[in-house]
């Protein structure tokens, strides 16, 4: 049965149609004004570089008509003739070197030219402004010879100095004589700085530019020769030459003569636009470049641009009609994504759930099909168990019942159970699978129906309970061991203090009788015994105390008590006021914490622990140390004294009843003081302990859970 609602595919293909539609038309019209706008800019671009070209071409030709009007003030001029004449004829005429100097120096100081000066018809140089240059280089004298044969005035093109190894240009004036058949008296030269004013020009860009750029190239033979330094390469004026076959190249188009705006390589290897222009009356051709990159920036850009609005549009387009078209599906679709919703949500919820139980899960069909199991199971089971029913999981472990020996029926399992409808509460049972130790299960199972209460299967929780039957067993071990040495021990203590107690006192009484009656009429050896006596019969008296406190420390019958643990140390301090003050001084660091214990127990304890520390303290400075120490679940307190410490042989069974560790005569007592502070401690659910070196006193240290 299918249980999507109908759907109109013919509205679906309807909204699909509409919207290919609307973005085809969308489409079509950004591709047409990406075209026409990148038409615009580019035909832009090309008119502000023929622009500047022209530009450039315009000042270079008028620059060059300026140096050669230059040129035609002195070309033909009677009186610099007649000066140059003089001079050249009298050399030593000072006036006629002073008045050339001066118009040497009007050209040096109002022109572009950083030198000017005079060459004979031999050229050899005469006058020299400034003085003190270098000799005439040969490029210059070769066109002086030209200029004297001509007698016309010259424009001498970019050429390279041998001395300084610049580069210049120049205008060669010839001097004529009086007549105008007479030989030229000789050449006046004004030399020009290309770095001062020409190359600055032609460099400079009149708006900002990454990449534009202007070159002045001229051909030489079946070459292009570069004549100025160009902005992406150095030592490029006069040096740089591309053959005339790269026709690719803007630079060598120029110099061919074409004109027009040009795409091709630059001499970088970049694609560029160019300009060309033929500078007129010169061998000069100018080209103003920039690369496509550049110019193509601003149109990429704005194509972004397109392409980000156009994808805006679009998407509001869809979401517009998908929008509609939604709400016309939503209706039929709300109620099944609901559903659909909260059965994904409970089914990921279920399966994380069951997949960190620490509990086995199993769920099955009726029809004996495992649908549900958890990661706990897979452990417990293995996957070729949980691969068959559960009446067949027999053939892979043996089942057996609480006890673990006692075999279960198969029909017994809880969840076959819950097929028959039962709900089984708790049911133990133990399982030994394959090559694995016996696990006891404490399992519940419980079956499931339908609306129609028809059984659609049965779901089992599975509880690993071995290591608490492990430690239930350990603990009724370790109580009974325990239940039957306290009895045993009290007994003891009980029979031997009654039994004792009365004879003792007797003894007791009856040596202090004689002590006291025969003092004066005994010698020493007779005294000596007679105090024996009296010391063994006060400690069998002690012994007989020590063991009556120890049967009377029995099991808490009523809530402990929250006291400060300085509480009973004061009253201990207080019972061994004359021992302290004579002996030792008893030293708490800080103050005792609030322990819940029972105040008089812990009394004994403190009263134990003190006792026992003045017996073994330092004569030359007895100290003893008492503290507490914090550990999270528990209150650690410790009695330091600064004696002769305990051998490491003896300090495991010092807390054993009636454990000598000297003679008599050096250190009395009966021995059952630390046993009752164990046995006290161990009531109160904490440890006692010793910790000691010989020569570096003994530290007993013990426990009081929070």
């Not at 980000?308 to 509609?324: D, R, T």
Request: aromatic fraction near 8%; charge should be neutral; charged fraction near 25%.
């Amino acid at each position: 049965m299918n249980s999507h609602p109908p759907t109109d595919h013919r509205a679906d293909w309807a909204f699909l149609l509409v919207f290919a539609l609307l973005a085809a038309g969308l489409i079509t019209a950004s591709y047409f004004y990406q075209r026409s706008n990148e038409q615009n800019y580019r035909a832009e671009v090309e008119r502000q570089l023929s622009a500047i070209a022209d530009l450039k071409v315009g000042e270079l030709t008028l620059w060059r008509k300026e140096r050669l009007g230059d040129g035609s003030i002195l070309f033909k001029n009677d009186a610099f003739a007649a000066l140059a004449r003089r001079f050249l004829e009298h050399p030593t005429d000072a006036d006629a070197q002073r008045q050339l100097l001066d118009w040497l120096e009007k050209f040096s100081v109002y022109g572009q030219y950083d030198r000017v000066w005079l060459l004979d018809p031999q050229g050899v140089t005469r006058l020299s402004l400034p003085a003190g240059q270098p000799p005439t280089t040969s490029a210059t004298l070769q066109r002086t010879a030209e200029v004297l044969r001509s007698g016309q005035t010259t424009f001498q093109d970019f050429y390279r100095n041998e001395h300084d190894h610049r580069v210049y240009l120049a205008v060669l004036i010839p001097i004529l004589g009086e007549s105008d058949g007479s030989p030229p008296l000789g050449v006046l030269v004004l030399r020009i700085d290309p770095e001062k004013y020409l190359y600055p020009f032609i460099n400079r860009w009149p708006m900002l530019s990454r990449t534009a750029e202007t070159l002045l190239v001229r051909r030489e033979g079946n070459e292009v020769l570069f004549l100025n330094e160009l902005r992406f390469q150095t030592n490029t004026a006069l040096n740089l030459r591309i053959p005339l076959d790269r026709v690719t190249i803007p630079a060598v188009q120029a110099a061919l003569g074409r004109e027009g705006v040009i795409e091709g390589v630059d001499y970088q290897g970049v694609q560029v636009v160019a300009v060309t222009r033929s500078i007129p009356g010169s061998p000069w051709a100018l080209v103003a470049r920039m690369n496509i990159a550049e110019v193509n920036g601003p149109v990429r850009e704005r194509f972004w641009q397109l392409i980000v609005l156009i994808g805006a549009l679009l998407l509001g387009l869809g979401s517009c009609l998908g929008f509609v078209w939604r709400q016309q599906h939503v209706r039929l679709y709300r109620a099944q994504a609901e559903t659909a919703k909260a059965l994904l949500r409970e089914q990921t919820f279920v399966r994380a759930l069951m997949d960190n139980l620490a509990d086995g899960v199993v769920a099955c069909e009726a029809a004996g099909k495992l649908v549900l199991f958890n990661r706990t199971a897979r452990e417990w089971h293995g996957l070729d168990a949980l691969a068959l029913p559960p009446e067949e999981w027999g053939r892979h472990y043996d089942l057996y019942g609480p006890d673990g020996i006692t075999p279960l029926p198969t029909d017994a399992i809880p969840l076959l159970r819950a097929f028959r409808g039962e709900t089984v509460r708790e049911a133990g049972m133990t399982i030994v699978a394959k090559d694995q130790a016996p696990r006891h299960i404490l399992a519940a199972a419980c079956p499931f129906f339908d609306d129609q209460h028809n059984l659609l299967g049965a779901v089992a929780v599975m509880r690993d309970i071995t290591e608490r039957k492990r430690a239930e067993e350990k603990i009724a071990h370790t109580l009974a061991e325990l239940e039957r040495s306290n009895k045993e021990l009290e007994l003891f203590a009980y029979v031997a203090s009654h039994d004792l107690q009365e004879p003792l006192r007797m003894v007791s009484s009856y040596t202090q009788l004689l002590a006291r009656r025969y003092e004066g009429q005994l010698d020493d050896k007779a005294r000596k015994y007679i105090h024996y006596a009296v010391d063994g019969a006060a400690r069998m008296q002690t012994l007989i105390d020590d063991l009556l406190a120890y049967s009377r420390v029995g099991a808490r019958s009523k809530p402990l008590e929250t006291i400060a643990s300085s509480s009973p140390l004061d009253k201990a301090r207080r019972n061994l006021a004359a021992r302290i003050k004579e002996t030792a001084a008893v030293i708490t660091n800080d103050e005792l914490p609030t322990v819940r214990a029972d105040p008089a127990q812990l009394l004994l304890v403190f009263q134990n622990l003190l006792s026992n520390a003045l017996k073994f303290h330092r004569a030359d400075s007895p100290s003893v140390h008492v503290a507490a120490q914090d550990r999270g679940s528990e209150w650690m307190f410790s009695v330091k004294d600064n004696g002769i410490g305990i051998e490491p042989q003896h300090a495991e069974r010092i807390f054993v009843i009636f454990q000598r560790l000297h003679t008599r005569e050096e250190y009395p007592g009966t021995g059952i003081g630390l046993a009752i502070c164990k046995r006290i401690v161990e009531r109160h659910g904490g440890k006692i302990w010793l910790e000691s070196e010989p020569g570096k006193g003994a530290t007993f240290f013990f426990t009081i859970p929070k």
